[in-house]
Nanobody
Framework: QVQLVESGGGLVQAGGSLRLSCAAS????????MAWYRQAPGKQREFVAY???????NYLESVKGRFTISRDNAKNTVYLQMNSLKPEDTAVYYC?????????WGQGTQVTVSS
C-alpha cells in the first residue's frame, strides 16, 4: 500500500514562505492527479491545490498567486511552495489524490503562521 509522508511545515511569520513536500512510497498511478489539502482546528479538511497528470493545476481561490504546486515524477514527490503566508493559512497540510478513491492519509505537516 502506498504511504504518503508530508514534511516541510513549521512556524513562520506572516509574509514568510515554506515549501512542503509529499513523498509517496510507491507509484501514485491510481490517482489522475495529486492534491494538497489542509485542516485548520475545528474546521473540515479543505482542498488547497492539485496538479493533474497532464500538468495542469488548480488552486483554492484564497491561495492563488501565493502557492504553487509542482511534482517530481522520478522521486514520486509533490511539492507546495507557499509564499506570502497569512495567519489564516495555519493548518495541518496533507497530500492525496485529487479525487476519490484516496490513498491512505498521511500524518500531515503542521504549518503555523504568526501575525
Amino acid at each position: 500500500q502506498v504511504q504518503l509522508v508530508e514534511s516541510g511545515g513549521g512556524l513562520v511569520q506572516a509574509g514568510g514562505s515554506l515549501r512542503l513536500s509529499c513523498a509517496a512510497s510507491g507509484s501514485t498511478f491510481s490517482c489522475d492527479g495529486m492534491a494538497w489539502y489542509r485542516q485548520a482546528p475545528g474546521k473540515q479538511r479543505e482542498f488547497v491545490a492539485y496538479i493533474h497528470i497532464s500538468g495542469s493545476t488548480n488552486y483554492l481561490e484564497s491561495v492563488k498567486g501565493r502557492f504553487t504546486i509542482s511534482r517530481d515524477n522520478a522521486k514520486n514527490t509533490v511539492y507546495l511552495q507557499m509564499n506570502s503566508l497569512k495567519p489564516e493559512d495555519t493548518a495541518v497540510y496533507y497530500c492525496n489524490c485529487r479525487r476519490p478513491p484516496y490513498l491512505s492519509w498521511g500524518q500531515g505537516t503542521q504549518v503555523t503562521v504568526s501575525s
